[in-house]
Structure formats: C-alpha cells, structure tokens
C-alpha cells in the first residue's frame, strides 16, 4: 500500500503512514494515546521528558516497517508487523506502568485491554476491511507466533524505540544505540529472531543502554519517590470511589489527575504534592540483596500492612510512611547468537552480557519514604538504631 | 552564589541552579509551568511538541547566565537577568497564547498576571529574602530598563531558546540557530543590546530560523484550526460559566481540558472533536494581502457576527463555520549593528532582513474552516462564486 | 541488484553499496578521492574540516538512491542516477576547486577529466559489464538528460550532501537542512525537477543554507587569503616545472603539498608559510560593487601583472602582494514551483529568493593581501590615501 | 587571561583560546599536528575518520578548562591544566601510535619527544615569558604531580575528548558518553582524581563506551591488517633507508607517505597497495586466550622471523605473510570511587566494571593475513589442518 501521509518525529525524522495505518491512527483508541504520557510522572526528575505512548508507537512501527524491510519479507508480513508495532501499546491506561498494578488488583491487564480494544472496537473493523486477521495481531503484540519475537522479546523494536527516544527527552546520552547495525545483525531462524555474530556488539551495546537508562531514568530514586505516592493515591481513590474496570480504562492522564485533584482526603493531599512537587524524602535505605529472599517476598505481599504499621509506632499519619521493595526481576537474556558452532544463548558468548545480568540486582535498594514534616519524628534514632527498630516492626507483621 | 543542584535539559545538557533559584523554582506558582504546554494544541501536528513554559523558562534562565558571562556583568547583575529569564513566562495562563485573547477580553494579559505573581505570592518572599527587587525583575520581563532587551526584543534568549527547542521537538530542522555565535557577537551600548558586525551572519539565521518556524510550525494551517475550535469553544464556556479572572489564571492546561470535557453543548463537542482529532476542514481560502487593510480589520472586529451570519445563510449550526484573519504584525527588526559609521539599524545593513519582513506579509493566508460533514453544504458553489457570495455576506455585516 | 556491503557514514548513518558500486569503490580512481579534500586548506580556519571528495561523492550516491525511491523510478533508473552520483567528482585533482583554474590555463578542466575517466579507465570496463553506458553517465554529471537536474542544478543532490556534511565538520548551525522534506517535495515533470508547492519553505531553507555557509564558511576571508598564496604558489610551481597535464591529473593533495614542500623559491616560501600557517594579512579591502563592472574585469585579467606593479612600487618583492577580486556569480535561481497556475520560477513566488540572489553581491570584498613584515611598508598611508594611491597604480596598468 | 580568539569544533562547539595559548598554537611545532591524522589509517574503513590531532588537542584543552572550573581551581592551576592539555600530543609522529613501535625500536618514545620539543623548542620561551614552568607541564602529560590524573589515567580527559570526537566521525554512536555528568562528578582527594558515588554509572558508561569503540573502531580487523601491512612496510623502508630519529621525528603523515611512494621494492609496494587499498586477507584466525601465554610473548618477540618462516614453507615472498598478535593489555581499571567507607576501587563496587576488564581479552584474535592472490596457496588446508601445520611452524622457531 502506497504511503498517504507523514509525520514528523524527532526521533526516526519522517514516519509515512499508508491509508490503512491512517484510519487506525484516527480512531479515538488511538487518538487517546496522545494523552498518555509514556513515563508517567517522570518529569518530575526530567523537565522535558513529556513524550507520549503515541508518538512511541508511531516509532515503532515504523522500526517495524525497516526491519521487515531488512528481512526482505512479503508485503503482506510487513504490513502486519507494521500494524502490531501501532497497536502494541493499545491497551496502557492512564499512567502507563503505574496503573499496571490497579488493573492486576482488579483481575485484569493491560495486554488483556489491548486484545480487547483490537477484536472489539472500530480498530477491529478497520483490519478487517483491509483483510487484516485481529487475533494474529493481538498475538504478535503478546510475543508469539512467527515474528512474535520482534515486537516482543529481550532486543525487541519496542525497546529499541523507548530507550532512544527516552534518552533523547531525558537529555541523557545512555540511551544512544546503534538501531542500523542490530536491524543489520538479525535474522529470522525458525521463528526465532538470531543476531549474527558480528552484531554482537551492536546488541551489547543495546543491554548496557539498557541497564544504564534503568540506573539514571527508569529506576531514579526521586522517581520511585513520586511512584510510590502516586500508587499509594491511587489505591486508596479506588477504595474510596469503588470505580469499575470499564471505566478506569476509559481514563487518560488528564482524566485521572483531574479525578484525583477533586477527591478528598489522603488522594487529594497526595496529588497536591505532586503537583507542588513536595515530595516525600528516603527516610531509610538498604541494599535489597542484604535482604533474606523470603523475608522481601513477604514483606511485598503485606506492604501496606508494614507500612501502616510502622506509622502508627512512629507516631506518623496512615499513608505517609511508605515502604518500597523493589522486584529482582531475573533478566536472563534469552538472546540467541549465531556461531560457527550453532546457535547460542548470549550469555554463552558475552562476558558482558553475563555481568549486565548480575549488576541489575547489584544496585536495588530497599527504602522507607514519608513527607519532610515527619522526618524529625525520626530524630535520634542513628541509621543502625532506626534499621533494627525497623527490622522488629517488620517482624511483627510478618 | 554556587549551584547546589543540576537539572537535565535537552537542548542544554546540565542546567545549574543556586539556593535562590531552587526556592524560586520549587514554589507551586513554578512547578505549574510543568503542565502548560509551551505550544498548547500544536501536538496535534507535531505528535512530539509536549514541551513545557517548565522546561523553557530553566532555558531561557541558562542562557541568560550564557549571556552575562559573555558581557561580563557583575555577580548581582547576573543573578538579577537569570531570575528575570526563570520568571519571564510566569503569568500565562492555561494554553499559553490561545488563551492570551481570553485574557484581553476579561481587561487583562498575562503580563500583568506576570507582575502580579512576582509581586505578591510568596515569590516576592523569596526575592525579597535574597535581596532581589521584585519590580526590577517585573520591568526586566517586559523588555524595559538597563538589560531589558536581553530579556525581551527581537533578538533576546526567549526567541533563542524557543526556537531551538521547538524545532528539537517538532523534528524540523529549521529552528537549528548558532546560538554561541549570537551571544559571542552580542554587546551592551547604552543599554541597548548591539550586534558586532562580524555576527551580522548568525543573527541573519536567527530571523530566519524565525521565519521558518513561523511557517511551518507556529502557522501550520491545522495548527490554525485546532486553534480556532479552541478558541472559540472556550469563548463559549466562559460566556456559559462566568468564571472570574481570578479562577481562570489558577487553572493549567489539565484544569481546563478536564472542565471542557465536561462542559455542555457547544464546548463539550469542540473539546470531543479536538480530542479524536476530529478537525475542521479549509472551506475556503485566500491571500490576505488580496482583502483591502480597512475591510480587514472590520472583519477582525466583528469575526463572531460574520461567522454567525455565513453559518445561518449556509445551513450550517453556528459555531460550525469559523473564519480565520491572520494579523499582519509589521515586524519591523528593531537590531542594532555595530558598524564602522556607528550604528546602523539591521535592515539598512541587510538585504536579507529587509526581504525577511517583506516574505512574512506574503504567506499569509484568510480562511474559512467547517467540519467534513457541512463541507457539502457548500457543494455547487465554485470557488469564484464563493468568493463573491462571502464578500457580499461579509459586506452585509459591517 | 543486491547490497552487498555498508559504509559507515556520519552524516547518513549506513551506506549500502551493490556488486556494481563497489567495484567501481574499488578501483584506483575512485581510492584516490579518500586523498583530496573537500574544501582544500578550509581546514586552516574550521580545523575540523578534513573531510574528502570520496565520503561525499559515497553520500551523493546514497541520495541518488532516496531520491529515486521518491520519485518510484525504475530499477535500471535507479542504479544509472546512483553511479552518477557517485562518479560526480572523479575529475577533481590534487586540491579541487583551488586547483580548477589551473585546469583552465592548461586549456581542460576537471569535467572534462571526469568523462575522461568514465571512459577510459577501469571504470569504462565495469559500467560496461553491468551494462551501463558511459556516456550516458558523463551526461548525467553535467546536468543533461532526463534526470540530469537531479545530479547538477541549483538544488541537487549535490549539494545537499556537501551543505550538510561540510556544516557538520565546520561544526556550525548554517548547513542544516531539512533533507527528507526537499525529497519528499521534489517531481520529475518533462525531465525537469519540480518542487511541490509545499515544499517551498524546505527549499527556501536550502537556498538560505547555501548563502550562510558561503558567507561563514567558503568565503571566509582567512580561507581567501590562504587560496590566493597557494594559488599563486602552484602558478609559478606549474611555471618552473612545466609539468603536463597527464602529470598533474594524476596528483592527489599528499603528491602535490609533498611536490610544493620540495621545490624552490616562491612555492617552497609559500608552503612553508601555510604549514606553519604563517599567512598573509588583509591589506586593504573595499565593497566589490564600489568597483566599476568595465574596471573589475580588466583587473581579472591582468591581476598578476597589477600584483607585481604594485608590489615594485611599494618595495615588496614580487608574489608578496597579493590582490583578489571575487567574481560576482549571477546566481539566478532556475528552480521550478508548481503552483495551481502552473510552473513558476522560484523568485516569482519567493520573495526570500529574490533577496538571496541579491544578497550575495551585497558582500563580496576586493582585497590586497601582504604578509605582515610588509604590512610596515604601507605605513604611514592612511586607507584614503593608499586607496587613491591603489587606484593610480591599476589605472597604469590598464 | 582573557580569551582574544574562538576556535570553532564540532565536538565542542566554540574553544575559546587566550593570548598564551594562541601563541603556542602559532608554532610550527603544534601546526604540525594539523597533518598528523588522529587515527592514522582507520580512514580505509571509516571513511570520515579524517581527524587530526590538532583538533583533539584543542578539545582536551577545552576539557581541562571545564573540568578545572568545575573543581574550582585558582587562575594560574587552571592554566597550567589547559596547556598540559593542549600540549600533551605535541611529541607524536607521523601516523601517531603505528609509528610508536618504530621510535621504541629507535629507542625513543613519543613521551621523550614531547618533552623534548616542551623544553628545547620555542614551545619552553613562549611558557617562560608567561611564567609557565615547562617541567611541569611535562610531568603533568605524563600523569605526575598534583593535577596528572585529570590529564593522564583511565578516565582521563584525553579519553573523554578521543571517544565523543573518534564516533563523531566513525559515525558510530558507541562513543557516546554524558561529559558533564562524568565531569561534574569528579573530586581531587589528595591528588586522586575521585569519582563521588552518585556519577558511578557516568563512569561506567565510558568504560564501556571504551569498550565498543576498541571492538568496532580501533581494532576492527581491517584497521589491524592495514597497520601490519604499513608497519612492515615503515620497518622495511627504515632499514633500507638508515634514517635518523632527528629526522623521523620530523616528518608529517605527507613526508612519510611521499617517502613511501617514492621508495623502492617492497616498501613500495605496500604503500601502493594501501593507496588502492588492495589489502591483505585473513588467512587464518584463532581466539588468543586458546595460545599459551609464554608461547605469545615468544612469538611477539620473534613475529618476523616467524612470519619468513611460514612464507617460504608456503612459497609466498618473504612479507607476504603478516602475523598479528593483539598485546593483552591488563586494563585494571584504577579508579576510585568515593563511597559511605572511604574511597574503593571501582571494581569493588562495580561488576559491570569487573566483567569490562574481563570482557576485553575475551575477543582477541591472532591472525595471519596474506594477499588475495596468495590465499590459493593456502587451498587444501582445512582449518584445522592448517591450525596444525602453523603451531608446528611457530614451534620450529622458538
């Protein structure tokens, strides 16, 4: 199909777009992308990092578009890879990642959201007009089938499109990777998407801009901060508001400050924070791996009960002592490599690859937030007083 | 007074900030700046123009202390353009310029709410405490006194660092200035901000980029219709709500969006259609400099009336047909260069300034918008005979 | 025809080459580009500019190539306008431009070397087992036939490539041009490059790249100084050597500086002084257009006999003064828009065209350049007076 | 001193030079540098790598400045720093590190030549009448004394400078590193340059940043062949020629290209090859941690007797089989980073930069290259066939 239309993008430059990718583009589904910011409240640490789920998933379609372009791939493949780098982030609610939690409490998914939306809206008459098949689109998106693994795997397009483009508004140079020499590296082997050998270098380098953009951006302490507040707001409006699925994925940001600047009581405090940008300070921290594995996992499931806990024994209000453990996510890198002895797992070729995979534990940190105004109710206690009082609350619940 | 934090910024890398400008930044009247946009609707056209008066004003602050450097101020003259720079977009209200109308009309502008901000919130505590003069920094912002012009004139470091970031984010390149060329080539004469005629060239780019960013961004003819729906549903809801001046300038972009979504009628639709990027289409067009200066202005004057009329003789429900008369501002480049006879004003040096405020006059363009569904409304009529049709509608109302 | 390789190139990323286009890489004729600079001794001023007639002519391909993706040329089209491309600049010798008028006292120049080579050599065999014809080729490269325009007219691919790539290694703003958009914007109509209608900003933006770049960059007046000595100094090399034509082809910069290094007298002096950068200072300078046309053409003509009168007079030895006078090159720009009256010529639709064209005479100099033990000669004459003198001295050698 | 000049770079936009530093760069001595390529022949692959060391050493002149600002250092160490800087590549010869393996031969050391040219030349009288102490300086480029880390030692500025500007031009983006932020997090504790805890991942980044320029840039495999074929041919020619040290040192990378060109027989021929860049093949390969470590530094130290020997076993001419053993260099990174328990190594907190010490000998490779027309020679032999036939080869001559 011919392109009708461009758009300009900081990133790629200019994005065409055929008449199919154009109605897609112009449903209210998609249109609403626009109002979802593709860090949530990340700006609160980088001013200008303001970008979208929108102008993200232009990108990597368009990534889609180059790399099938590279793979020499029938024009029908191309355009359905196209079309599922579009849709992939269909379904993300207001707030992106941290309203994730919000849908898993209430039995659902985002990915769940971004079936739905395909195999039932107007999007999902659109594909069929142009005998597009909803279901191997939603699969695609999901990481299966034949070219699942482009749109979703460890050095998947996606991924190569956010760290740029993060990096790029964040004013960071981690995220700075090489996209034409991986695009040039890969190759299709039964399904699989293999780096050939002499790209490895080009795919390490997009691990390391990885875990960087993870160290300075994604996992920055004062953006856990507003994360956590944020959450906590969140958690609580819903009790209060007794909202339904339906329509919590109706909302866009707009929606959702705006509801939360209206409510009462701790939400309506909380946002108001935010907003000021007054935020709570780490009133404790400890490397996680200092943690006993089993200890943390209980401390995951009864956070609230922690950290309630522990606010009324300092004397503190509810809510405004919040805890934070953050998951150890073990990242094996299922990267396939090839080599002159068959295909192999990059951790089997890469040393570096290897140390990415134990220094992302490395660095997690364990942490106690409240608001300034009670940091003094904390005075007199040295950090080692304050750790084994803290480890006793905690037994306590446990 | 030494920098205590840095922040990140794309177009500048790092931005340090001292103890005075922290507190300036970190009052609630500051951190509104983060949610309005510096460009209002123009996302729309350019999926990544999100950037923020937040972001810009830190700019125009770094640049500030860029060009004191350069002139070699003393410390507190320094200290006293770098605020001036921080504080320079403090007063706009939600949607930046779209709403600067609204303002007009309530008797008021967002330079008076400027002075207001800096003069009575606990901004003019902070000043106050450092020993700043808060009505010295107010005259700053509007151009006036010893470094009025660094702050506000036709070549100051608003404009410079507006146009690098906008073109950053829209992705053109034509916003790219030689900013260390403009500020090595600046001097103070006489209070007057003075170009050395070996920088004649960098600053001749600056009007250019200038011209250029005028033309496809800022007057993008969507851009322009997404305005004049915009604008015109807020001229609805406040003729509906009667809302104060007072609450109007509280408001951020958030606010406002939120209270047209769930307005009624007229602006509800409006606020429906912008969001789908639902938009008007041109129904009729033509070069302004082709409709006589006096007719012009009666048509500016009575817009309303004359929308109202063609809508009513056309069918078409009103508020469905909106005209668009583009302002000739006469920008006359009011930039002094240093030449070896004393100096000379910019266009007596420069062929290419003097064409460069003859080309803005050109582009101009007069227009009618209406939804794709009245569009057939205006079948059967050719352009010719459209034109006369509006012509004598237009006689009928002044 | 299959890539069978990529080039590394900073400008546009990855340069893919076919069977075809590296074998005529590989040949010795084009090798030898890597050893001729682009802009000659510009890196004397800009210390960075040391790029080469070979990552431009690889770039200009790379154009050929999007270009003719644009314009959905065919298959066989397409490769014919990339060989172009890349063969644009075989001809150049040791020094390019600089060494031109050098080619035209020996009664050639550097295009017809061009076809010279294409025909003659190696690259004759290669084009013919590809079937390709040569002369077809060397029609291309000087602007004839079908996509003639494409490879050499006021907007080709040319140079778009060398605005871009020489502002990136001057490391100024000027040369930035928003490439896609030109693209996108260009049709082939009766042979003839048209621009779209809304491409004419991306266009007027080039033009204006052009005049910034030759302001700041090609016509620097330190760059002019340092071409007048080295000129001079090959004249009276080529003078003492009497060197053949088929010699000097066959020259690259490293043969020729090393040839100067080696020789006697005046040219030795003057390499030495351009290794050592110990260079010729402005004399005296006056507005080209303050010279009567009739005046400035016999003064072209007899430069080197009005450099040696005045230099007897003032007690200067001989090639010690030095007088340039810039040739006022009527740039009419042929560029054709379409508009909904037909094709128009750009300055009938732009005024910033008109003023370009104007613009460019506004600023070229009439200078005398001297070293600066000679500069004590001329003391004691005030500009008014050595002006007078000046004059007298030309007029008898009239 | 005030600066009285700008130097325009595409690395670091505008180098602003003072009087002291304008005359040391006037000399014929630094000029010279001007046509000393920074990275010798790397051109033949990245085609933009043309740069010089000339502009590099601006740009660490430039660093040092930035960094001494950041450090708050009086005027005369800030100087003192900026020279070092732009000083510290002053001994290098022709071709820069290839030709180092000739002055060790010689005996010499482009160290020692540096510190020649800083006390002997006019260099030490123009330091004098500025009341610089030229030992000083040379202890500095050497990393001695109070401020030498911050000139030489593994983050050092000269990396900083080399990494950003070498992927400028390779057109990379492995090269990449957050300068500020690097800079910004350093701290002078007893003369140790130390790394505050918050800027650790900045340092990592340019450790790995090291890393992917070693793997993809410095020591690509065809750079590694065109270095063996010219540093044999240098070898060769030195014999032949009986130069003096004096008089290599010298030569420019014009003088020792024409000397080539112009020399005889074998010498000759390599010069000729690499000017048509008719290069050596790989004939063979194998990982280097597979050879013993004793083993290695016999054939280092034997590698041209080796390399005859394997020749006339193939019937190849004597210099028509190069071997190439990569040195391991143990890069133990020796930096220090500032942490709650005093300073620490970086790889005590670091595993990223524990796995880049590692990762670094994991892919070196020993080679033999040898010209296309000699690799039918070497027909019949499997891999390991001739895996053998070389170890015994090799073991016949230790």
Chains 1, 2, 3, 4 share one sequence.
Request: aromatic letters at 8%; charged letters at 30%.
């Amino acid at each position: 199909m011919k392109s009708i239309k461009t758009i300009r993008d900081p990133i790629h430059g200019t994005i065409a777009v055929n008449e199919l990718e154009l109605e897609l583009i112009d449903t209210p589904q998609f249109q609403r992308l626009r109002r979802i910011k593709q860090n949530g409240l990340c700006f609160l640490i980088y001013p200008a990092m303001n970008s979208t789920r929108f102008e993200h998933s232009l990108g990597v379609m368009h990534l889609a578009g180059l790399l099938a372009d590279h793979l020499e791939l029938e024009d029908d493949d191309r355009q359905i890879i196209r079309v599922a780098g579009l849709l992939h982030d269909i379904g993300h609610c207001a707030f992106s990642h941290t309203s994730d939690d919000v849908l898993t409490k209430m039995g659902h998914s985002h990915e769940e959201n971004s079936t739905r939306i395909i195999s039932e809206t107007e999007i999902s008459d659109i594909l069929g007009k142009y005998g597009l098949n909803d279901r191997e689109i939603s699969e695609l998106i999901n990481g299966r089938g034949k070219f699942g693994k482009i749109i979703s795997s460890e050095i998947d397009i996606d991924k190569m499109d956010y760290l740029i483009r993060d990096s790029y508004y964040a004013g960071v140079a981690y995220g700075v990777i090489d996209l034409e020499r991986i695009i040039y590296g890969m190759k299709l082997v039964n399904n699989e998407l293999v780096i050939k050998r002499g790209s490895l270098e080009a795919v390490e380098s997009l691990l390391i801009s990885r875990n960087l953009m993870y160290q300075t951006v994604y996992r920055h302490h004062t953006k856990r901060i507003v994360e956590a507040m944020f959450k906590r707001a969140l958690d609580k409006f819903l009790d209060d508001e007794d909202m339904s699925y339906e329509d919590f994925i109706q909302m866009d940001d707009i929606d959702l400050v705006s509801r939360l600047r209206n409510a009462k009581g701790y939400p309506r405090d909380m946002m108001k924070r935010i907003d000021r940008r007054e935020l709570f300070k780490i009133a404790f921290q400890e490397g996680i791996s200092l943690i006993e594995e089993g200890l943390r996992e209980e401390m995951l499931k009864n956070s609230r009960e922690i950290e309630e806990g522990i606010a009324d024994d300092l004397g503190v209000d509810r809510g405004y002592i919040l805890i934070d453990i953050p998951e150890i996510k073990m990242s094996e890198f299922r990267i396939l490599i090839e080599s002159d002895d068959g295909l192999k797992l990059i951790n089997e070729v890469s040393s570096l690859a290897r140390a990415l995979e134990k220094a992302e534990e490395e660095k997690l940190v364990f942490c106690i937030y409240t608001p300034p105004e009670y940091m003094k109710n904390l005075k007199g206690f040295d950090v080692e007083k304050y750790m084994e009082f803290t480890q006793t609350k905690l037994g306590r619940f446990l």
